[in-house]
Structures are given as structure tokens and as C-alpha cells.
């Protein structure tokens, strides 16, 4: 069946410095891909919207400046969080779907922690 | 907002019994809802899905029922099992169109399985 996957899995980075994480649609392509953030004990929060060939769209109280979205083809996008601080230290997962009204599958999350 | 809710954070079975996980939901406009299973550090994982023109769905030991008239949504396992512990979420799609994948989750419920 469809496989969104994630990579890393798990990331370690000094505060101010930047990391990539991608999210890849395996078997299927992807015009939207969602990303999400998690901390722990706590639900998703949908960050944005992220639309292949354009601009992603952001959640409210979401910087788009910070946290920036690439979605340059149908099976990746890609995550860069920018000038890290230990608060974006959390779990981030992305989702896709085959085609509108299809099951939505989420990748295996990405673990961000910023020291 | 509007938003996905869980009645009950924790819930405490014992192997071999059948567990009820219930969920409130208040957009009138969500036409698709979904469970996920999560265990601990791994993404969600889609274990049932139901579309609001019905009102139950069945699949491997899972049950879903939904009650638009009151907006309650339910998952239930059928025969418990150790494996199935985890962090169970619901989460609602708003009507179609470019929002379908763009997903709000309920706080979701701790299920523990003793053996």
C-alpha cells in the first residue's frame, strides 16, 4: 500500500543553526503534503499546507519564516526548521494521501531536538 | 475554532476485554473521520476510517460508530490485546475540496492492556 516516509528519524542540532527534514510519498505521488507537530503527551498540530510547485500554506501562529516548506516534486517535501531554539525542540510528522478521498498515511515522524 | 475532543484520557482494560474509545466532534461541516493508533515515538497509524453519509464501519476487531445527530464519534476493540496499547487519536477532515488530508485530532486516549 501507499508509504509516507521520513528522514531522519532523529536529529540533534545546535541552537541557531538550521535542519532539513524531509517527507517523502513512496509508490504514489503527492501534490499536498501536510506537517504536523507533536510534543510530548500532547496531539498533532497541523503547521501548513504544503502544495507541489507553490507556495505552502501556513497555520495560524505558524512563521512561515522559520519553519520553511519545499515541496519541489510529487514525491518529496521537505521541512527546514531555521535558527533552531530549544522550544522547536518536538516531534514532526508529515502526511499524504494517493488522490482526494483516499487514506491519509503519515510518515514515522522525525524527532527534532535542539540543544 | 472548532475542534475534535476525547471524553476520557486514560483508559485501563484488561486483556481478552472489549475497549470503547469515544470522541466529540463540533464542525457540523466534517464529512470524514478517522482513527489513528499511535505507539510511543512512532507516527500515527490509520486503523479505520468512516465517511459521514454513514453510520458504522467494521473492519479487523474495530468497529467505528458515528453519531452525527449528536457529533460523537467511537472506536471499538473487539478482544483487547497487549499490542494494542498505545495513544489513540480521532481526527476529523473538513468538507472537501483543497482542504481533504488538512486533518484537526481530538487530544486523544491512553489505552493500557493488562495481561
Known amino acids: 500500500g501507499a508509504v509516507v516516509s521520513q528522514h531522519p528519524s532523529r536529529v540533534i542540532c545546535k541552537s541557531g543553526t538550521s535542519v532539513k527534514i524531509e517527507c517523502r510519498s513512496l509508490?504514489?505521488?503527492?501534490?499536498?503534503m501536510f506537517w504536523y507537530r507533536q510534543f510530548p503527551k500532547k496531539s498533532l498540530m497541523l503547521m501548513a499546507t504544503?502544495?507541489?510547485?507553490?507556495?505552502?500554506?501556513?497555520e495560524q501562529g505558524v512563521e512561515k519564516d522559520k519553519f520553511l516548506i519545499n515541496h519541489a516534486s510529487l514525491t518529496l517535501s521537505t521541512l527546514t526548521v531555521t535558527s533552531a531554539h530549544p522550544e522547536d525542540s518536538s516531534f514532526y510528522i508529515c502526511?499524504?494521501?494517493?488522490?482526494?478521498?483516499?487514506?491519509?498515511?503519515f510518515g514515522e515522524g522525525s524527532w527534532l531536538t535542539v540543544v | 475554532g472548532e475542534s475534535v475532543g476525547l471524553h476520557l484520557p486514560t483508559l485501563s482494560v484488561q486483556e481478552g476485554d472489549n475497549s470503547i474509545i469515544n470522541c466529540a466532534y463540533s464542525?457540523?461541516?466534517?464529512?470524514?473521520f478517522i482513527w489513528y493508533k499511535q505507539e510511543s515515538g512512532k507516527g500515527p497509524q490509520f486503523i479505520i476510517d468512516?465517511?459521514?453519509?454513514?453510520d458504522k464501519r467494521q473492519g479487523q476487531r474495530v468497529t467505528v460508530l458515528l453519531n452525527k445527530t449528536v457529533k460523537h464519534l467511537s472506536l471499538q476493540i473487539a478482544a483487547t490485546q497487549p499490542g494494542d496499547s498505545a495513544v489513540y487519536f480521532c481526527?476529523?477532515?473538513?468538507?472537501?475540496?483543497?482542504?481533504?488530508?488538512?486533518?484537526?485530532f481530538g487530544q486523544g486516549t491512553i489505552l493500557t492492556v493488562h495481561p
Open positions: 468512516i465517511r459521514s453519509n454513514m
Open positions: 504544503s502544495n507541489e510547485g507553490s507556495k505552502a500554506t501556513y
Open positions: 509508490d504514489f505521488q503527492a501534490t499536498t
Open positions: 502526511s499524504a494521501s494517493l488522490v482526494a478521498g483516499n487514506t491519509i498515511y
Open positions: 464542525n457540523s461541516a466534517s464529512d470524514y
Open positions: 481526527a476529523e477532515n473538513s468538507a472537501g475540496g483543497t482542504s481533504y488530508g488538512k486533518l484537526t
